[in-house]
């Protein structure tokens, strides 16, 4: 199984960015899917996920500015980012769960400063 991230980068206070992850290899179903995110010397924290059904789940900071969503026909998570505030400042990584297993992708840099 193998995740390939794409959609990092830098922006200014205020902007936007959309991140995607897609998921290849061989499996049947893919359970919850979502984003990570982690600064250097700290640990990685949830920012958003999403069920095979739907259901999401975000972090209290990032509430009512991301949103994260799925395609299960292309195997593949998004996280809509607006509002971005220099805190948001991370790498991100995305994830999904399958069978049980928990598998990454590489990381994208998000990068927050006027």
């Known amino acids: 199984v193998q995740l390939v991230e794409s959609g990092g980068g830098s922006v200014q206070p205020g902007g936007s960015l959309r991140l995607s992850c897609a998921v290849s290899?061989?499996?049947?179903?893919?359970?919850?899917m979502g984003w990570y995110r982690q600064v250097a010397g700290k640990e990685r924290e949830l920012v958003a996920a999403i069920t095979g059904d739907g259901n999401t789940n975000y972090t209290d900071s990032v509430k009512g500015r991301f949103t994260v969503s799925r395609d299960n026909a292309k195997n593949t998570v998004y996280l809509q980012m607006n509002s971005l505030k220099p805190e948001d400042t991370r790498v991100y990584y995305c994830y999904a769960k399958i069978t049980g297993w928990d598998y990454w992708g590489q990381g994208t840099q998000v990068t927050v400063s006027s």
């Open positions: 290899g061989h499996f049947f179903v893919i359970n919850a």
